[in-house]
């Protein structure tokens, strides 16, 4: 049977796939066309009966400062209410958005004609499409789900209604030159069962 595509690249593109980290970064801005073609990969994930519920908000540029303000002032009224602040938390909300060239939040639109795991999948389907893009471009890009991720008072800044779920924040930069992270061996033998 002939390959339409070149197997052995998408192999070791799934291979090469990382978490690369802000910290990690060069400072280095990702070319905007490099994003688009991230999100419309994305767009072309599997999704039970075509509800396509991933929706992405992109934050560059001054983008970037309203997203920390709004995290980093959103984790002190929350917290400052339960008496739990932590300044070092607060700071780092603040500070990490402007530490990458880009950020996406990842955001799933409830759809009742499915259950909802199942457009939960289907959005990390989609984000696994944008890690797998980034990496073809030699961009790095991790999705985090800490900070304000689960707070339900955060969803209305992203177009979110109470059944909608925000799902986190990918973050995308230039890495460091020569950097990326080694892989480390994983073992398939203990996670599958053929019956034949």
């Not at 090469?16 to 980290?21: I, P």
Request: charged share 25%; with cysteine; aromatic share 12%.
């Amino acid at each position: 049977m002939p390959q339409p595509f070149n197997a052995s690249e998408i192999n070791r593109l799934i291979r090469e796939r990382r978490s690369v980290y802000p910290a990690q970064y060069s400072g280095e801005k990702v070319d905007d066309s490099i994003i688009e073609q991230m999100l419309e990969n994305a767009n072309w994930a599997p999704n039970h009966k075509k509800t396509e519920p991933w929706r992405f908000t992109v934050f560059s540029g001054e983008g970037l400062k309203q997203l920390a303000k709004f995290q980093s002032e959103l984790y002190k009224q929350k917290t400052s209410a339960a008496n739990n602040f932590d300044q070092a938390k607060f700071d780092k909300l603040a500070a990490k958005p402007l530490m990458a060239s880009h950020v996406i939040a990842i955001a799933m639109k409830r759809n009742t004609a499915v259950p909802e795991i199942e457009e939960v999948e289907a959005t990390a389907c989609a984000v696994q499409n944008m890690y797998l893009t980034a990496t073809a471009y030699g961009v790095g890009c991790y999705w985090g789900s800490g900070g304000i991720t689960y707070m339900e008072e955060a969803k209305k800044n992203f177009g979110l209604e109470s059944d909608d779920k925000l799902l986190g924040f990918m973050y995308v930069g230039i890495p460091k030159a020569d950097f990326w992270p080694e892989a480390k061996e994983r073992n398939l033998s203990d996670k599958v069962h053929w019956v034949k």
